[in-house]
């Protein structure tokens, strides 16, 4: 028998679960679906950080001698496992031609909107829905214990104000004075008053009960294995718990969604970019805001009974290994910018998921091509958490046929088609 709905979307990570919301809410009948359970992707132990201060690209001019640098440390922020990976090689040799400020000011301005939005939006929606995840709107802090780094850093700023974002230049004793734990070889860095956090795993398991009460179905444990096309339709879904059928479906599998759009003729141009995080109980010790330690690329989040340190950058195909070595690097590295004595005593998780990395750092939203009645909302990278209640609204403007709030072209699954994106 098939399950037949008016939107089925495939994945429920924040991304999918976003969609679902912001349909159920326009009047959509939704089912969701997922292999295993709602947020158990990568959604789950991210570092909740909210950061329209993360809307400059990674892509820009210096990034392929600074990631060959730290390729050739066995400890460092980012590391390419070396292997025979042609599809993986090609989305290389993308990223590295759009490290020019032309792509990166492009980038910049499509990441920006999307961001801004989402950040008014989330605060609106997990006001209006209480939902109990720890949010709060207290701006982060982005230090260096390098003055060479820090002066080096100056195109960030500038980045930010172009995009009509605010940051604030501090030197050390402006940010011990804000935050004490801080250590004295801390020289400088940057305040983002605009930037917030939640506990990742609280605000999507808040979000599924607001969707399930909205009426969406669940379908958990329901792996995708292939699809029933039509033409231009695809007619219905093949999963282990039996077969699917929306009249329109969103594609929004995160990290995985090359595999399964492989199949529907579809080539996203998305690597599974690994990274980990340690999750303790709060130490006696702890920051007030999250902090991005800079040089080491690891960022912090405080909760009331936890703290979280993540960060890498691996890419290394969907290999599921907790690394030791990074895990061991992302604690070491967050001690030589944080007093932390009682850190790593009790360890409550360790933790490892994958980000959908596209090549030129935008999401990939909107009509499917090739197909009548298929959606993708995938790609979000480093800021799926970020950017996902603004792609939540855009599909169900798009799906439902509304005008959409925020222009969709620079997402559009059309851009690998044509041009320099090729
Ligand atoms: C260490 C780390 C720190 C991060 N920190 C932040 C942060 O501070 N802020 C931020 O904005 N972002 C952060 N991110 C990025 C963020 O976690 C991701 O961008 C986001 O979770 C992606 O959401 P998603 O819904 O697209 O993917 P996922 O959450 O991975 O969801 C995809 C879902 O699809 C399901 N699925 C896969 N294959 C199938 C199949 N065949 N059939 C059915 N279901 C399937 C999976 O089970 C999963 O639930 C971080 C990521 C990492 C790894």
């Not at 292939?226 to 339709?233: A, M, N, Y």
């Not at 944080?338 to 750092?361: I, K, L």
Request: proline fraction near 7%; aromatic fraction near 10%; charged fraction near 20%.
């Amino acid at each position: 028998m098939t399950r037949k709905t008016e939107v089925l979307v495939l994945g429920a990570g924040v991304i999918g679960l976003s969609c679902a919301y912001f349909l159920a809410k326009a009047g959509r009948e939704v089912t969701i679906l997922d292999q295993s359970w709602p947020g158990s992707g990568a959604s789950h132990g991210n570092c909740g950080t909210i950061t329209p201060s993360h809307a400059p690209p990674l892509a820009k001019p210096g990034m392929v001698a600074q990631a060959l640098a730290w390729m050739a440390r066995q400890d460092s922020p980012f590391y390419i496992r070396p292997r025979f990976d042609p599809v993986l090689w090609r989305w290389l040799w993308r990223f590295a031609r759009r490290c020019n400020w032309r792509d990166f000011e492009q980038a910049l301005a499509g990441k920006a909107r999307l961001l801004l939005q989402s950040r008014r939006l989330l605060a609106e929606l997990i006001r209006a829905e209480a939902i109990d995840c720890e949010y709060a709107e207290r701006g982060h802090l982005t230090v260096f214990r390098d003055p060479a780094a820090l002066a080096a850093f100056d195109w960030w700023p500038r980045a930010l104000r172009s995009v009509g974002m605010q940051v604030n230049a501090l030197d050390g004793a402006a940010l011990r004075a804000r935050e004490p734990c801080l250590r004295a070889e801390v020289v400088g860095g940057f305040d983002t008053p605009l930037d917030a956090e939640f506990k990742p795993d609280a605000y999507v398991g808040g979000l599924t009960q607001v969707v399930a009460a909205l009426g969406v179905s669940f379908a958990s444990q329901a792996e995708v294995q292939g699809f029933r096309v039509d033409g231009q339709r695809v007619a219905a879904v093949h999963t282990r718990a039996g077969e699917f059928a929306g009249e329109q479906l969103v594609l929004a599998l995160g990290a995985w969604s090359p595999l399964l759009a492989r199949q529907l003729g579809l080539e996203l141009p998305v690597q599974p970019g690994k990274g980990y995080s340690i999750t303790g109980p709060r130490p006696r010790r702890c920051p007030g805001v999250p902090i991005v330690c800079r040089e080491r690329s690891v960022a912090i989040t405080p909760w009331r009974e936890r703290y979280r340190v993540g960060s890498t950058m691996e890419f290394s195909g969907y290999d599921t290994r907790l690394d030791r070595t990074r895990l061991d690097a992302l604690l070491r590295g967050a001690a030589e910018y944080v007093e932390v004595e009682d850190w790593g005593e009790a360890t409550v998780e360790e933790w490892f998921g994958w980000r959908p990395m596209t090549f030129d750092d935008l999401p990939i939203i909107g009509a499917a091509p090739g197909h009548s009645n298929l959606w993708l909302a995938t790609g979000h990278g480093m800021l799926g958490m970020s950017m996902s209640a603004a792609t939540g609204l855009l599909v169900a403007d798009l799906v439902c046929g509304r005008p959409p709030q925020l222009d969709p072209e620079p997402y559009a699954p059309t851009r690998f088609h044509a041009g320099r994106n090729r």
